[in-house]
């Protein structure tokens, strides 16, 4: 396959037009067929329950080249299953979850040379939406919808690739008890674009949010969910308002099974993070970002990890689940979607 001719090695995480689109319509009850689209604009009523209520879900996922040259995702099955979640908690008709994973094969085939080569250090994002097309103004779901499936290569989500990061503890709140913080909609997003521009005035890569309830217990970042070592542990949160990250759960598996680990998911006070040796956010953008230091309000919690490469289990963590991912480590059945 003839790639594009893009500087692979410099992309940041950004937007760029590929070749084709994927669509479908919800319209008098039903999913229609689905198709590949040129047209990567979208014209809808003025009054969309999306522009109106921000009615609208999405998901990330990836597509890689491995190192024998084959094409494939990875895990889509659970972004079809977390998608289905995310349009059931919001009114939206779900998405077949096998014709999730079908379409997903379709718009990367369409738009394989946009794959970026093996060992290029970049991948191709995958970002399924689903959003109210038809018009409403009393508050109540939309009766059309549109499912659409974007991609475009990215290149690391935050800059400065594999350096420790500096995070803050959010003086915002993310996500209500019993409210959306476990679906990945729009709306959670844009009510963290405010504290995510305050964090980079003040020279923070992201904001840790701790619960909203108490504010005595990591949740998770903006767009990751974290992670932590504490010498042979591998240490996630559990909580019902974070994100259920598809990364973090893979690295729970790879934690105790490649890794001969101890994995502990369950609630993290604050008052604990002095007691991890490393710590990172995971996720489809971010991989596996290190975090070199906390800061809480003017208290500065700093890893033992330090601040200019990843921890060593961070990086053994890593080097096995992107091992994994472009197919250098054998994968766990069902893991890697052919394209
Ligand atoms: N948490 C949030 C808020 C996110 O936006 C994401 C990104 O998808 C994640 C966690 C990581 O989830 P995943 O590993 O499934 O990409
Ligand atoms: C992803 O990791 O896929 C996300 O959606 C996170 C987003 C902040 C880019």
Not at 14 to 19: L, N, V
Not at 159 to 168: F, Q, V
Not at 174 to 198: D, E, W
Request: proline share 6%; hydrophobic share 35%; charged share 25%.
């Amino acid at each position: 396959m003839e790639k594009q001719n893009i500087d692979w090695g410099n992309l940041g995480f950004g937007y760029i037009e590929t070749s084709k689109s994927y669509v479908s319509d919800f319209r008098n009850g039903e999913w229609d067929e689905g198709r590949l689209t040129s047209d990567h604009t979208v014209t809808i009523s003025e009054c969309a329950g999306v522009l109106q209520y921000a009615q609208t879900v999405f998901e990330g996922l990836k597509a890689y080249t491995t190192e024998d040259g084959r094409t494939v995702a990875f895990r889509p099955d659970l972004n079809a299953e977390r998608l289905y979640n995310s349009a059931c908690r919001l009114e939206i008709p779900p998405f077949p979850k096998d014709r999730f994973i079908e379409a997903v094969r379709e718009v990367v085939k369409a738009n394989e040379s946009y794959v970026p080569p093996y060992g290029s250090g970049a991948t191709l994002y995958i970002r399924p939406y689903i959003f109210g097309s038809s018009s409403v103004i009393g508050v109540k779901p939309a009766e059309e919808y549109q499912f659409r499936i974007l991609t475009t290569p990215v290149g690391p989500y935050f800059k400065g690739g594999a350096k420790p990061l500096t995070i803050k503890i959010a003086d915002f709140d993310r996500a209500a008890p019993r409210g959306t913080g476990h679906i990945k909609a729009g709306l959670n997003y844009a009510m963290s674009l405010h504290a995510i521009v305050q964090a980079h005035n003040e020279g923070f890569a992201e904001n840790l949010y701790p619960d909203s309830a108490t504010r005595t217990k990591v949740e998770e970042t903006g767009g990751a969910n974290v992670i932590f070592i504490k010498g042979n542990k591998f240490v996630t949160v559990s909580s019902p308002s974070i994100l259920p990250s598809i990364t973090r759960r893979s690295l729970e598996y790879v934690a105790e099974h490649y890794l001969g680990m101890e994995v502990e998911e369950r609630e993290i006070p604050l008052t604990e993070l002095p007691e991890f040796e490393e710590c990172g956010l995971c996720g489809t953008a971010a991989v596996i970002s290190p975090v070199g230091k906390i800061v809480d309000h003017g208290r500065e919690i700093c890893f033992p990890s330090g601040m200019d490469e990843m921890g060593p289990t961070t990086k053994k963590l890593y080097d096995t689940l992107t091992g994994i991912q472009m197919g250098r480590i054998e994968a766990p059945e069902g893991w890697i979607f052919e394209i």
